[in-house]
Every structure is written in structure tokens, then in C-alpha cells.
């Protein structure tokens, strides 16, 4: 799993955020409609204004922070401990796909048919390839990836650390989260031990093992920098995903690879860095790949609940950036809560009267701030789960009840 970065084959095209205007800040929906998002092997590239089209063989060497001390009481050997024990769980997923492409149109020209004639194709074929990390959750072959590890891919294949190699089967992938199961015909795997994600706290150590660059069982260590980062605070604001920050050193490859604490449990799927900074790395806290991919094994699919709503957190700065712009189309008069800034046709908060301009205040009588509350809210109730919301508009309290709906499988306009 590369955290944060394309293969060598392919780039990823995260949504980026625009600081410098209200509407930027909105990008953290609970809709999150978005289209596949992830490149076919690369690592995912969380980056703020920048393509991530570059080359794995282009990326730079460069310097990495050095590891903090060991504790008085820590045994010297336990991150050694760890890769013997973990290791020889940790896989390496290459998957590949054909791409065809039409040659443009002008090649059909009289002019360029005079020189070959019949002989000019019409379509073009290539084959991109890409690798990534994963690592196995069960003796029966289940491995978690990354979704975008593995997007797109005519072919998966998943090498063991003993040399094995064997061919791979999606049995499912989420975008939304970025998770993916990979099944593999073989018994008798060694697996990994998962830990608590809900328990972590900055300062704890943080172990990666992974592949990057094609740097097969590389290890780095660091510690959790930071817990519960927004999708929309890392620059990846399609993903419904409360990442962990670290800065154990995460590079292209390390996609789909887990982050372990000192104990060698797995708390984490790395995923994800900012292009252009160092220690800055993400990952996907075990407990919701856990969820996601016990829905993947059973029923090969995800149901997100949603409510079709695009909102953003209240502050007083914002509330004068919106009054103050005449093409907002907006007008707040409070600057506590979440203004809805869009709903959606047809969606769950549309048929149960939600409002752009409305400023959800209270959510099942807990007072919101952030988008976040309310989208952590949605996924708690689940779809088909009953929300009820206080509401400030034009000057006056008002509830509503929206029952949350399934996020659509095709992006919604």
C-alpha cells in the first residue's frame, strides 16, 4: 500500500482543496460523491493544489527524520521482534491492467491515409502496472489492500516473502474508505494480529512494513503524530475515512501495508502522504477496515448511509466570508453549527425538507460544530436510520427528522 503515493505505473487525481474560498471548505460531504478516484497500483497522493501524475522512478531520495529515542524500559530488540513476527504476513500486490485508446481523429485525415493507407490502426493498447502492499487477516488467504492498489485491474498477483507468488481475486473494494479485500487459493498463511485503533494516542510508536518502490519487506518506524484527521484536512475530501497521522516514513509501494504499534498489532492500513512534506504519512484505522472488509467478504459490496447533503463547520470568519460574497447565494446569521450549502435532488435530506442555508445546530440533541460530526453521525445510524436534526433558519428553530438513505453506486450531479 503505498501511502500516498502512485506506482510507478499510475497517478492518482485526489480532489484538492482551495483554501482561499468558502466553497473549498464544503468539499467534506456527506454525500462525498465522487468517481473511482484511485490509480490502478500507484500509492494514493494526498496533495494540496498538485498533480500526482510523476513516475515512482522520478520521485527524489530524500532526507527522513531519524526515529525518536527507545524508552529507558524498552527492550532494544522489540521492533525486531515485531518484523519477525509480522512480516512474513506482509505481501506484495502487483496488478495490472489494458488500457485502449482511439487514435485522435485527425490521423483518419486523407492527408496522413496517402502515406498508410490501411495499415494505420485505430486503437492503441497499453498495459499499465503497478505494485503495492497488503498483508494476510486469515490463514485462508483474505488480504487487505487498498482499494486503489488494486482499482481498475485486469490481473492481481500476491507474493509472499518465502517467493510464492499466486494469482489474486478482488472480492471487493470501497472507494469511499479506500479498502479492498484480495482473496488467494492457498491454507496455512501466517497472519497478522489487530489491535485497537480507538485506543491510540499521539506519541505511541508506529511501525510500517512494506514495499516501496519495489523495496520488498522494508521497515520504518516512528510514532502516532495525530488521531481522528478529517479526509478533508489530508486533501482527500472523497473519502469517508478519520485517518491516523504518522510519521513513520510512508513512500510509493507502502499502499495497503499495516501500521503496527510496539506490540506488533495491526492499528492501521497505510494510505496516504502530503506530496512535498516529510512525516506527514496517513492511514486507515484498523477498526474501519475491519468494518469495510467484513462487509467485502460477505456480500462483495459496502452500504454507506447518507444524506445528499454538501455542508461545511460555522465560524465566525466564514459566516462574514459568505454575507460578504454576493455570489454565495447565501445569507447566515449565526456562526454556530454546520451550514448545508447544497442538497441533492431526490436525496434523503431533500425529500425531508433540508435547505441550502439551513445550520444544523443539534443532531439527536448533541450540539455539531464540524461536517465531521455530522458525517460520523450518518454512518452510526447506518442506512435506513432515523436522524433528527434542530435546525436555525431565517431566524427560527426548526426539526426535521431525515431518515438516512444508501449512498448511490453511480455518482450523482
Known amino acids: 500500500?503505498?501511502?500516498?503515493?502512485?506506482?510507478?505505473?499510475?497517478?492518482?487525481?485526489?480532489?484538492?482543496?482551495?483554501?482561499?474560498?468558502?466553497?473549498?471548505?464544503?468539499?467534506?460531504?456527506?454525500?462525498?460523491?465522487?468517481?473511482?478516484?484511485?490509480?490502478?497500483?500507484?500509492?494514493?497522493?494526498?496533495?494540496?493544489?498538485?498533480?500526482?501524475?510523476?513516475?515512482?522512478?522520478?520521485?527524489?531520495?530524500?532526507?527522513?527524520?531519524?526515529?525518536?529515542?527507545?524508552?529507558?524500559?524498552?527492550?532494544?530488540?522489540?521492533?525486531?521482534?515485531?518484523?519477525?513476527?509480522?512480516?512474513?504476513?506482509?505481501?506484495?500486490?502487483?496488478?495490472?491492467?489494458?488500457?485502449?485508446?482511439?487514435?485522435?481523429?485527425?490521423?483518419?485525415?486523407?492527408?496522413?491515409?496517402?502515406?498508410?493507407?490501411?495499415?494505420?490502426?485505430?486503437?492503441?493498447?497499453?498495459?499499465?502496472?503497478?505494485?503495492?502492499?497488503?498483508?494476510?487477516?486469515?490463514?485462508?488467504?483474505?488480504?487487505?489492500?487498498?482499494?486503489?492498489?488494486?482499482?481498475?485491474?485486469?490481473?492481481?498477483?500476491?507474493?509472499?516473502?518465502?517467493?510464492?507468488?499466486?494469482?489474486?481475486?478482488?472480492?471487493?473494494?470501497?472507494?469511499?474508505?479506500?479498502?479492498?479485500?484480495?482473496?488467494?487459493?492457498?491454507?496455512?498463511?501466517?497472519?497478522?494480529?489487530?489491535?485497537n485503533s480507538d485506543k491510540l494516542q499521539p506519541g505511541q510508536w508506529a511501525i510500517a512494513i512494506g514495499n516501496p518502490l519495489g523495496l520488498d519487506n522494508t521497515v520504518t518506524t516512528g510514532i502516532i503524530s495525530a488521531t481522528g484527521r478529517t479526509s478533508n484536512q489530508i486533501g482527500a475530501p472523497d473519502k469517508r475515512v478519520e485517518y491516523i497521522q504518522t510519521d513513520a516514513a510512508i513512500n510509493p509501494g507502502n499502499s495497503g501495508g499495516p501500521l503496527l504499534n510496539s506490540r506488533g498489532e495491526v492499528i492501521g492500513m497505510n494510505t496516504a502522504i502530503i506530496q512535498g512534506a516529510q512525516g506527514l504519512g496517513f492511514a486507515i484505522p484498523i477498526k474501519t477496515a475491519q468494518r469495510i472488509s467484513n462487509q467485502l467478504i460477505s456480500t462483495g459490496k459496502v452500504q454507506h448511509a447518507y444524506l445528499g447533503i454538501q455542508m461545511v463547520g460555522l465560524t465566525p470568519q466564514l459566516k462574514e466570508t459568505i454575507n460578504s460574497d454576493p455570489n454565495s447565494g447565501l445569507s447566515v446569521d449565526t456562526d454556530k453549527g454546520v451550514l448545508v450549502v447544497k442538497v441533492l435532488p431526490n436525496s434523503p435530506a431533500a425529500k425531508a425538507g433540508l435547505r441550502a442555508g439551513d445550520v444544523i445546530q443539534k443532531l439527536n440533541g448533541q450540539a455539531v460544530t464540524n461536517a465531521n460530526n455530522v458525517q460520523s453521525a450518518v454512518e452510526n445510524v447506518g442506512v435506513g436510520g432515523q436522524l433528527q436534526l434542530e435546525l436555525w433558519r431565517n431566524g427560527r428553530s426548526v426539526n426535521l427528522a431525515i431518515q438516512a438513505g444508501s449512498f448511490p453506486t453511480q455518482q450523482v450531479d
Open 1 to 195: 500500500m503505498q501511502n500516498q503515493v502512485h506506482d510507478e505505473s499510475q497517478p492518482l487525481n485526489p480532489q484538492n482543496r482551495n483554501h482561499a474560498h468558502w466553497k473549498g471548505a464544503a468539499a467534506s460531504l456527506s454525500l462525498v460523491l465522487l468517481g473511482s478516484g484511485m490509480t490502478l497500483a500507484g500509492g494514493y497522493l494526498a496533495g494540496n493544489q498538485q498533480q500526482l501524475a510523476q513516475k515512482a522512478s522520478s520521485l527524489a531520495v530524500s532526507r527522513v527524520d531519524a526515529a525518536p529515542p527507545l524508552p529507558d524500559n524498552a527492550d532494544p530488540n522489540f521492533v525486531t521482534q515485531v518484523v519477525q513476527r509480522v512480516g512474513p504476513a506482509v505481501v506484495r500486490i502487483e496488478s495490472s491492467r489494458t488500457v485502449t485508446a482511439r487514435l485522435p481523429a485527425e490521423l483518419n485525415d486523407p492527408f496522413f491515409q496517402r502515406f498508410f493507407g490501411s495499415q494505420l490502426p485505430q486503437q492503441q493498447q497499453r498495459v499499465e502496472r503497478g505494485t503495492g502492499s497488503g498483508f494476510i487477516i486469515n490463514a485462508n488467504g483474505s488480504i487487505l489492500t487498498n482499494a486503489h492498489v488494486v482499482d481498475g485491474a485486469d490481473t492481481v498477483r500476491v507474493i509472499l516473502t518465502d517467493g510464492r507468488s499466486f494469482p489474486g481475486k478482488v472480492l471487493g473494494k470501497d472507494s469511499l474508505t479506500d479498502v479492498a479485500v484480495v482473496k488467494i487459493q492457498a491454507n496455512n498463511l501466517p497472519t497478522v494480529t489487530v489491535g
